[in-house]
Structures are given as structure tokens and as C-alpha cells.
């Protein structure tokens, strides 16, 4: 096993990892981001037990499991190196790695893709503005930094052939109507996968207040998927 592991703070054994394969999931805490209907207000608070590694390690070989997705929280604020030692000890089982980012650390990004084969960009608005009232303890260059991270994705889906990559956006009104969709279109290029996520109520959601926010209902699902549909060739819906 290798040394400056980073803690792991949740584990599933098998679940809809956030892309479209089930996969065994593994959390790392904390977020540099405050999105108020995050469903996982406990590892972005580190509020969770650490789990041990080797437990993982176990199922994913018993099981001959083909992908371990990680997630979190914000799994790029880790220490680099301390990630770098995670996917190369999750490579040494066996399975292919997938990650799930905000995108918010491009550099950290660009040193660790070369590790994953598939990795899930939040794009959760165009406007800065919502960004800057989603920062954590410190202020980003939020969507400079999601633009780069975009790009660095994109050329290394053109280098690779082990290597994919879809652009999230989760429905959440206050941030995304059909206008933002819109906006965010122009970012999308046509080629990209677009995966609109329904904005779903949690136990542990981050902001209690996001439980008064009554989400899109079938129709206005619809409507914001044809508008999306107009920027990009393959959008797709999930959780809907």
C-alpha cells in the first residue's frame, strides 16, 4: 500500500456513480464551493468517518469490479501528490478511474488526467455572479478556471482512446432556466456530451433552504432540453 494515501471519507460498494456506468464509489472531503443543493453536505463539512482503504481495495479485486468512480466534495483540492498516490494505487487493482470535478484547479487537473479515463466537468452556470455566491472560504477565478479545465479534457479525448469526458449541469432553478442554458450552450461544443441532471431534495442537502426550491417538472425539463440540443448533438438527461 502506498504512503500519503489521502483519507477517504465515504465508500459505495456499487452505485450510479454520477455517469452512466455503475461503479464503486469513493469520496474524498471537503469543497472550495458552497452549492446550496449539494447532496453531500457531510463530506463537504468532513463530517464523516474515514474509511479504510484496504476494505475498498478487497471488494474491488473480490469482485473483479471494472471502475472506481471518485467524487466528494472537491476531490482536486486534495494535496497532489497525495491524489497522484491514490489513482495509482487504485490503477494497481486493476480497474479503470473516473472522477467527478467542478473544474475550479485546472493545473491539478491537467497533472492528474493522465491517471483517469473518464471525468465528469460540473458546468453549473455561465454567470460568474453565481459562482461568486457559491465560493467557499477564498475567491476563484471560477469560470476562467472551468474554461481551462474544459479544454484540457477536450484535448486529451483527442489524444487518447481510453479517455472520454462529459460537461454536467445540474437543473437547479435559481441557477439554470432556459436562458442560462442558453449561455452555457455557447460554451458546449457540438461534439461534447451534455448531461443535465434534475435537481433533486436530500436529507443532506447543504442548504436546508434549497428544500423550498420546487423543482422543473416534466414539461420545463423538456423545454431546457430542446434549447440545450440546439448547441450540442448529444445531451442527455439524468435522475429525470
Same mark, same amino acid.
Given at each position: ?114 491517471? /483517469?479515463?473518464?471525468? @465528469? +466537468?460540473?458546468? %453549473? ?8 455566491? $457559491? #465560493?467557499?472560504?477564498? =475567491? ?65 442537502? /447543504?442548504?436546508?433552504? @434549497? +428544500?423550498?426550491? %420546487? ?8 423545454? $431546457? #432540453?430542446?434549447?440545450? =440540443? ?11
Amino acid at each position: 500500500m502506498r504512503d500519503n494515501l489521502p483519507i477517504i471519507r465515504g465508500f459505495n460498494k456499487t452505485s450510479e456513480a454520477g455517469f452512466d456506468v455503475f461503479a464503486t464509489s469513493i469520496f474524498l472531503g471537503g469543497c472550495n464551493l458552497r452549492c446550496p443543493y449539494c447532496m453531500n453536505a457531510n463530506l463537504v463539512r468532513k463530517k464523516t468517518k474515514k474509511i479504510d482503504i484496504e476494505e475498498i481495495k478487497q471488494h474491488v479485486i473480490n469482485e473483479k469490479v471494472g471502475w472506481v468512480m471518485i467524487s466528494g466534495g472537491e476531490p482536486t483540492i486534495t494535496e497532489e501528490s497525495s491524489l497522484i498516490a491514490l489513482l495509482e494505487e487504485i490503477k494497481s487493482w486493476g480497474c479503470k478511474i473516473g472522477m467527478s470535478t467542478n473544474g475550479t484547479n485546472p493545473e491539478t487537473l491537467r497533472q492528474i488526467v493522465p491517471h /483517469l479515463n473518464y471525468v @465528469a +466537468l460540473d458546468m %453549473k452556470s455561465a454567470k460568474n455572479e453565481d459562482y461568486d455566491n $457559491i #465560493v467557499g472560504d477564498e =475567491k476563484l477565478l471560477i469560470m476562467n478556471n472551468v474554461y481551462i479545465s474544459q479544454s484540457i479534457l477536450a484535448v486529451n479525448k483527442l489524444k487518447r482512446k481510453d479517455f472520454d469526458f462529459e460537461i454536467r449541469t445540474t437543473l437547479f432553478p435559481p441557477f439554470i432556466n432556459q436562458a442560462a442554458i442558453a449561455e452555457i450552450g455557447t460554451l458546449i461544443r457540438k461534439s461534447d456530451k451534455w448531461v443535465l441532471q434534475q435537481f433533486r431534495h436530500s436529507k443532506n442537502m /447543504l442548504d436546508e433552504n @434549497a +428544500l423550498n426550491i %420546487k423543482p422543473y417538472d416534466e414539461n420545463e425539463v423538456k423545454e $431546457i #432540453v430542446d434549447v440545450a =440540443k440546439r448547441f450540442c448533438n448529444n445531451v442527455t438527461l439524468r435522475y429525470v
